[in-house]
């Protein structure tokens, strides 16, 4: 998770519309696993698993960022929340990778290495920003070092010792639109934002739309800003 938009949109976070939508994305795409202890690697602040805990049988969270500054231990939901900066073998069955892929120079030597800390048969959750044409100055303030096409990070997961479970793009309705605003601003390397607070009928229509997708969500391979993968350690 990137923390510099946790920065930007607060305590708030929760009810804008793109990570709203997107943790209805993740809920959707690991409902029919049922996990139980997740490994949230690049947590931040464990939004997203946080968010597990509460909407799903789910039932403790080891979030690890290198960014802690010293380990320690919260709950949600009456389920236990622990923060790490690192992590030996583990028996986590469901790794998140939210967001974090990009920001690394090795991705595969990255997926490899947590690979080998959960048991097999875990399964791991990615997601990407995607396509590259899509570069702009976002990419530039979150520090990413690249984007993404579907098949790309399939390829990355295979390569680290993965099985492809399914894979999809998703806000893929508000693609269009914000295609256009990136295309736009393609050739401004300024870092900047383009994720910003919304009043209350601009997020209330986009988390609409976003939900509007959401039965489509597992069969889009066609487009949208980023990409789902869910993926097996045989």
Known sequence: MDLKEEDILGAGIGNHWYYR???AALRRAVASLAPKRLLDVGAGSGFFSRHLLERTSAESALCVDIGYPADSDDSVAGKPVHYRSDTGPTDCDLVLMMDVLEHVDDDRGLVRHYAGKVPDGAHFLVTVPAFDFLWSGHDVFLEHKRR???RGIETVLQEAGLAIVRGSY???????????????DRNTTEPRSSLKKQGGLTNAVLTGICAAELPLFPWNRLAGLSCFVLARKP
């Open 21 to 23: 939508s997107k943790a």
């Open 148 to 150: 993404y096409r579907l």
């Open 170 to 184: 998703y806000f893929g309705l508000v693609f269009p639109l914000a295609a256009a605003v990136r295309l736009a």
